[in-house]
C-alpha cells in the first residue's frame, strides 16, 4: 500500500506543474508618467496577444487619440526575416519633433516595440504668429544682425519643453523651428520659438559636424585622439560624424540617465591633471572605445551601430553607488544605454576596450535579436559578449590583450 501511494504521488506532482505553467503576456516598460516605452512579445506568446498590424499596435497598446497620426519612413532592409518599421508621429497633421515608435518584426511577427510617444490632449495647432516674425524673435534672441541674414527656414512643430528649467517633466507646445542663413559666428544653432508668443522655448546645436579632434589622455589606453563637439562654449564628449551619434555622460553616481549632465573641456585637450582626480578620465576612455568599436564593424563588417540602422550610442560613466554597480558594466535592456560603474572592492573604473566591447555587444544581441536576458538566453548574450570583447580589443589594441 504504502508503495502503491508513494507511486500515485509521484505521478501526480509533474501533472501539478505542468497544470499551472503561466501564460505568457507581453512586456511592457513605461516612462514614469505612464506612458509606454517600449513593449516586448517574447517566444511563445498567444499569437491573440499580438497585435495583427503597426494600426492594431498603436490603437490597442498607446491607445492613441484619434487626433494621433503615425507616418511610416521609408527604410532600406537588408535581412529578409527581420523587418524594422519606423514611424514618426503627427498630431492634427503636424509632426511632433523627436516622437515616434519602431516596430521589429522577426519572419512576418511583431516580437518588439519601442520609441517616444508624446500624448497630446487639446493642443492649439493654428499659429497665431507668421513664420518670418518667429525668426525676428529668433535673430534678435541670438543677437545676429538683421543685415547679415540671407533667408531663413521656419517650420511648424510640436516640441516637448521642460515645464522647469532643466526639469524632466515635460509640455508639448507648437512652435516655429527656425533655422537662420546668416554670416555670423553666433549662428550655430536652431531656435524653437512658440508660434502664440514668439518666445524662444529652447535652443539645439545646428551644426551636426561641428567638430574637433581632442587630445585624450585616457587611464588604460595612453594618448589618443578622439571627435568631440563644440558647443555651449566648451568641448564635449559627443561625435555627430559617423553614421550614428556617439555621447558620453557622467552620471556623478546616480542610477537614472534622467540626472546625467556632459562631461565638458575648455580647449579640448583633456589632460590627466584635469580629468584624473575625478576619475572622469575613464570616460575618455569609453568614448575614444565606441568610435573605433563603431568603425571597425561599420568599416569591415557594415554595421552601423547596434541595431545595423544607426541607433544612437550613449555611454553614462560613474554609474551608481552601490559596490555591486560601481564594479559593473552594464547594457540598459529598458532605456537602450551603457553604463559604467568607476570601481569600488575589485576594481577601479571599468572602462577598458574589452569592458566596452562586451556590453557593446549586449546592444546589438538586444536591438538585433530581441532575446531576454533569462535562462540559456542570458548566458548566450554574456558568451557572444565575451567573445565580442576579446576580438575587438585584439583588433583594436593587440598589445593589451
Given at each position: 500500500m504504502?508503495?502503491?501511494?508513494?507511486?500515485?504521488?509521484?505521478?501526480?506532482?509533474?501533472?501539478?506543474?505542468?497544470?499551472?505553467?503561466?501564460?505568457?503576456?507581453?512586456?511592457?516598460?513605461?516612462?514614469?508618467?505612464?506612458?509606454?516605452?517600449?513593449?516586448e512579445f517574447p517566444d511563445g506568446i498567444q499569437t491573440s496577444k499580438v497585435p495583427s498590424s503597426s494600426v492594431a499596435f498603436f490603437n490597442d497598446f498607446l491607445q492613441v487619440s484619434f487626433n494621433d497620426e503615425f507616418r511610416k519612413k521609408p527604410r532600406k532592409e537588408k535581412r529578409e526575416e527581420f523587418i524594422h518599421e519606423h514611424f514618426d508621429q503627427y498630431y492634427k497633421g503636424i509632426k511632433v519633433d523627436d516622437a515616434g515608435f519602431t516596430l521589429h518584426y522577426k519572419n512576418g511577427k511583431l516580437f518588439y516595440a519601442n520609441?517616444?510617444?508624446?500624448?497630446i490632449n487639446d493642443l492649439d495647432t493654428t499659429p497665431t504668429i507668421?513664420?518670418?516674425?518667429?525668426?525676428?524673435?529668433?535673430?534678435?534672441y541670438k543677437s545676429i544682425p538683421s543685415d547679415s541674414i540671407a533667408d531663413f527656414i521656419a517650420d511648424l512643430v510640436i516640441k516637448e519643453v521642460p515645464v522647469i528649467e532643466g526639469d524632466s517633466v515635460f509640455l508639448p507646445k507648437l512652435a516655429y523651428r527656425v533655422y537662420i542663413y546668416a554670416d555670423y559666428d553666433n549662428n550655430i544653432e536652431i531656435g524653437f520659438v512658440d508660434a502664440h508668443t514668439c518666445e524662444v522655448l529652447l535652443t539645439e546645436p545646428a551644426l551636426a559636424g561641428y567638430s574637433a579632434t581632442g587630445t585624450f589622455a585616457t587611464r588604460?589606453?595612453?594618448?589618443?585622439?578622439?571627435?568631440?563637439?563644440?558647443?555651449?562654449?566648451?568641448?564635449?564628449?559627443?561625435?555627430?560624424?559617423?553614421?550614428a551619434l556617439i555621447h558620453t555622460w557622467n552620471l556623478n553616481g546616480s542610477t537614472s540617465i534622467l540626472d546625467r549632465i556632459?562631461?565638458?573641456?575648455?580647449?579640448?585637450?583633456?589632460?590627466?591633471?584635469?580629468?584624473?582626480?575625478?576619475?572622469?578620465?575613464?570616460?575618455?576612455?569609453?568614448?575614444?572605445?565606441?568610435?573605433?568599436?563603431?568603425?571597425?564593424?561599420?568599416?569591415?563588417?557594415?554595421?552601423?551601430?547596434?541595431?545595423?540602422?544607426?541607433f544612437a550610442i550613449d555611454a553614462h560613466i560613474h554609474y551608481g553607488t552601490s559596490n555591486n554597480n560601481r564594479d559593473n558594466a552594464f547594457w540598459n535592456l529598458v532605456d537602450n544605454v551603457l553604463l559604467f560603474g568607476d570601481g569600488a572592492v575589485d576594481f577601479r573604473p571599468v572602462a577598458s576596450i574589452d569592458a566596452v566591447a562586451h556590453e557593446f555587444g549586449h546592444g546589438i544581441s538586444d536591438l538585433q535579436m530581441g532575446w531576454p536576458y533569462t535562462g540559456d538566453r542570458a548566458a548566450f548574450h554574456e558568451g557572444m559578449s565575451d567573445i565580442w570583447a576579446a576580438i575587438l580589443e585584439q583588433r583594436i589594441r593587440p598589445s593589451s590583450t
Open positions: 504504502k508503495k502503491l501511494i508513494y507511486a500515485a504521488i509521484f505521478i501526480a506532482v509533474p501533472f501539478l506543474c505542468f497544470s499551472q505553467e503561466k501564460v505568457k503576456e507581453p512586456i511592457i516598460t513605461k516612462d514614469k508618467t505612464g506612458i509606454i516605452q517600449s513593449v520609441g517616444h510617444y508624446v500624448k507668421a513664420p518670418e516674425k518667429a525668426k525676428d524673435c529668433f535673430a534678435n588604460y589606453s595612453d594618448s589618443r585622439q578622439g571627435i568631440t563637439q563644440n558647443y555651449s562654449g566648451a568641448f564635449h564628449l559627443a561625435d555627430s560624424t559617423r553614421g556632459e562631461l565638458s573641456d575648455n580647449d579640448n585637450n583633456w589632460t590627466s591633471a584635469e580629468h584624473s582626480a575625478s576619475e572622469n578620465d575613464m570616460g575618455l576612455d569609453v568614448h575614444w572605445a565606441l568610435q573605433q568599436i563603431y568603425d571597425r564593424l561599420n568599416n569591415i563588417h557594415d554595421i552601423n551601430s547596434f541595431d545595423d540602422s544607426g
